[in-house]
């Protein structure tokens, strides 16, 4: 039980240039969200989803787009990179109904754009 | 949409005492309160959590208490160890399908040994 993974770890872009952060899970949450947490800052929802084809804007959507066509996996895709996309990049996922509805997070994906 | 506000930013404490953060919120209608540990490179992590039907919830050293009428929450922490050290975020939440969580700025807690 792998929980939630990230991919990649790390990675610098070149300003202009796309790219897919990748996000699975293997709990069967039906809740995942992307975030972002800028240095010394606290975490920013990007976009959210509550099942398979349905998505959601958070407070920080300008930039990013999403999909999620099955349970599992919910990437997130940069257009355009541009420096002040510099961060840190959280997946989660959360339960919903039991006593501990909670969010659970994946490792994180540094992305440096220069 | 909510806000939530956190103090202080940064907190020193000796080793052995104890250590509080403060929270409020602005929309009446949040119901769930998690509190999150992040080390150092690391994920968040939930450390504890309390729902607004209650107004205490203990695990050990660690406490969270919440005021509904003043929409505020805090963490506290006793008998304060050195891996203690963290940032330590708190959120707020309407616990129903997929609603988000609103997070805090974060406070940078350090354990002076």
């Known amino acids: 039980n792998a929980g939630v993974t990230q991919t990649p770890k790390f990675r610098i872009l070149k300003i202009g240039q796309s790219m897919t952060l990748q996000c699975t899970q293997d709990m069967n949450h039906n809740y995942m969200y992307w975030y972002r947490q800028d240095p010394g800052m606290g975490l920013k929802l990007i976009y959210y989803?509550?099942?398979?084809?349905?998505?959601d804007k958070g407070e920080v959507p300008n930039g990013y787009n999403v999909s999620r066509s099955t349970t599992e996996d919910f990437p997130l895709r940069l257009e355009l990179a541009a420096p002040s996309q510099t961060s840190v990049y959280f997946c989660a996922t959360r339960t919903a109904g039991g006593p501990t509805d909670t969010q659970y997070f994946g490792p994180g994906t540094r992305l440096t754009v220069l | 949409g909510e806000n939530v506000e956190q103090h202080p930013s940064t907190l020193s404490v000796q080793e052995g005492d104890s250590a509080v953060i403060k929270c409020t919120y602005s929309d009446s209608a949040s119901n769930y309160f998690p509190w999150y540990k992040q080390e150092l490179g690391k994920r968040p992590q939930l450390i504890i959590d309390?729902?607004?039907?209650?107004g205490e919830k203990k695990d050990q050293r660690i406490a969270v208490t919440l005021n509904k009428t003043a929409k505020h929450f805090s963490l506290h922490i006793t008998e304060t160890q050195p891996e203690d050290s963290a940032v330590y975020f708190c959120a707020a939440s309407i616990w129903s399908a997929g609603n988000q969580f609103y997070f805090g700025t974060g406070t940078s807690l350090t354990v002076i040994p």
């Open positions: 309390i729902r607004s039907n209650v």
């Open positions: 989803s509550v099942g398979a084809g349905i998505t």
